[in-house]
């Protein structure tokens, strides 16, 4: 066996490409994150720049070929941008929007979680009932509320998807810390005595992270979606900055009409993203929790 297949990273890659489904969605979900990076210059139009839109293209048919001499080969909408070119450029704001708000309610809830099982008491009962409230409300219902009430604007968005899903990580890290805390390891760091903060940041936190980043992955997903379901509502990402949500409330007008591809097509590819990530954080939790191990 060599060295690399021998090492934790090696051994790691290796059951997680036993599932090709997994790595489909792994690939799927690298290439939608390379078109969005390189959206400014892969894409014939820039779908945003009124100035380069023409009303005579408005909802051509896919395969059309526009007043810009280029074809359009998922159509155009009702303002004449190239749907696909709205599309790559719709999953920069849908990908950001999903990771910055997961990075951000992670750490918020890891440190939530991590104070609870680390101080308990009434500490550790007043953060959890906090944690427990908020659960009980449905993760989109409680975006949906914040967002009527800061506005529309990305950062408005993030802020409320942080706040409608740092719980999640916060009930995952306390559970996964409250098992390590009774373990011999924590009680010898406790004992030399070693500072508090280190004992949960350098020894308590790193062996919460299988679990944390199981959880880290499907929220990703989750905020994509609820993030899509808000600009659909029109009460998420504004015009100027649209994500697939926005795309497909543009076209939902013109579904009876048979002018179908305004919609569908962000639709598909929004469905398609969400369902790549999933596929990748569960083969993750397969990995990680090798109870769950088929």
Not at 59 to 86: C, E, F
Not at 200 to 220: D, E, G, S
Not at 242 to 250: D, F, K, W
Request: charged letters at 10%.
């Amino acid at each position: 066996m060599s060295t690399r297949a021998a090492s934790p990273a090696g051994l790691f890659w290796a059951e997680f490409a036993e599932s090709r489904v997994a790595l489909a969605g792994l690939v799927v979900f690298a290439l939608a994150v390379l078109l969005a990076l390189t959206a400014p210059w892969i894409t014939p139009q820039n779908p945003y720049d009124q100035a380069g839109l023409a009303l005579m293209d408005a909802r051509l048919p896919p395969g059309s070929v526009g007043s810009g001499g280029y074809t359009h080969w998922l159509g155009t909408d009702a303002q004449g941008r190239d749907v696909l070119s709205a599309i790559v450029w719709g999953l920069r704001t849908s990908l950001f929007v999903g990771a910055a708000a997961g990075v951000v309610a992670l750490c918020i809830g890891t440190a939530v979680g991590l104070a609870a099982a680390f101080c308990g008491g009434r500490v550790e009962l007043a953060l959890m009932r906090l944690v427990d409230l908020q659960l009980s409300f449905p993760a989109i219902l409680l975006a949906l509320v914040l967002v009527a009430i800061l506005g529309q604007g990305l950062f408005q968005v993030v802020a409320a998807l942080v706040a409608a899903q740092y719980a999640y990580f916060a009930r995952t890290v306390h559970g996964a810390a409250l098992s390590e805390r009774r373990k011999e390891y924590i009680e010898a760091a406790a004992g030399i005595p070693l500072h508090p903060a280190r004992v949960v940041w350098r020894h308590l936190l790193p062996n919460c992270l299988p679990p944390l980043i199981v959880v880290a992955t499907v929220q990703v997903a989750n905020a994509i979606a609820i993030e899509a379901t808000l600009s659909f509502l029109g009460v998420g990402m504004p015009v100027t900055e649209p994500s697939l949500g926005t795309l497909i409330a543009n076209g939902f007008q013109f579904m009876l009409s048979g002018r179908y591809w305004i919609s569908v097509y962000p639709g598909i590819a929004l469905l398609i993203v969400i369902v790549a990530i999933n596929l990748v954080g569960d083969q993750l939790r397969d990995v990680l929790n090798p109870r769950l191990k088929k």
